[in-house]
């Protein structure tokens, strides 16, 4: 797929009209935004993918270290605009369609898959933060889509995974704060050394047991805290994952870590669902992305590859 082929996809999706013309897009501009996404991901993103999955990340004195060349690509994407396209300008975005922010994201996830997954819990979470707690949003959201600070989901926990009912991971109340205890796993990007911040929007329970996800709250808590200082956040292991090495897939134990509460008591999951759904279309975009990327080095391989000698005529009978 090319920039051309995909900007004519664009412009036939039911619907592209209505969103390119607020926005004041026309063909010249998508073609250009196009071509840049596609320029970054074949000449920034695309050398780290094999490179990137056979050194892994591993972890070093507690922090876990990323594959080379992931912190300078990060930053690359982030200085171009391109960590959180359709954010609001106002939030730090460019304000641009969510279908050209797909379209823009199909090059890149094809190129780096593993890479792009913290780009895309950044950007899921900066839109949940716009949507329960602006004030935290205004913080939080520039320094995400500038790739200064990161951010996680955090719902899954060892005997507790899709069962989101079954948390135990516990917030109690310090002060005007909270303090979370429990452990997560699964965490994409639970750790890294690309960012100086990261965030984890994790759910945690502030409830009875026999509340359910009723008795599940919504927190923000960092990996460092306003001053500086270790947030009381530990990584106790890298899991295994085929494809997905260089991506960190961590288990997180928070001791006593401080969080500040996202939205409204016992309305946790109903918040992060503003993260989870952005985050859902990502998983399809990394389908697609994948896909097309498939397709062309089959189509490459296919018109170079030679085999067999001259046709001879058929044999007689």
Known sequence: MTPELLAQILARTPGWAEQA?????????????LGETFKLAEETLAPLSSTADEAGCRVEGGRVRTPEGYGAAYRALGEGGWLAADLPEDLGGMGLPLALHVAAALPMEGAALPFMMLPGSSRAAAFCLAANAPDLAAEWCPKLAEGTWAATICISEPDAGSDVGRIRTRAEADGDGWRISGTKCWISFGDQDMTDRIGHLLLARTGAPE????????FLVPNVTDAGAANGIHVERIEEKLGLHGSPTCV??????EGVMIGAPGRGLPALFHMIERMRLQVGTQGAGVAATCARLARSY???????GAPLPHPSR
């Open 211 to 218: 509340d359910g996800t009723r008795g599940l709250s919504l």
């Open 21 to 33: 013309a607020p926005a004041g897009l026309d063909d010249t501009a998508v073609a250009q935004i």
């Open 252 to 257: 997180l134990r928070f001791d006593g870590a």
């Open 302 to 308: 296919a018109e170079d590859r030679r085999q067999g």
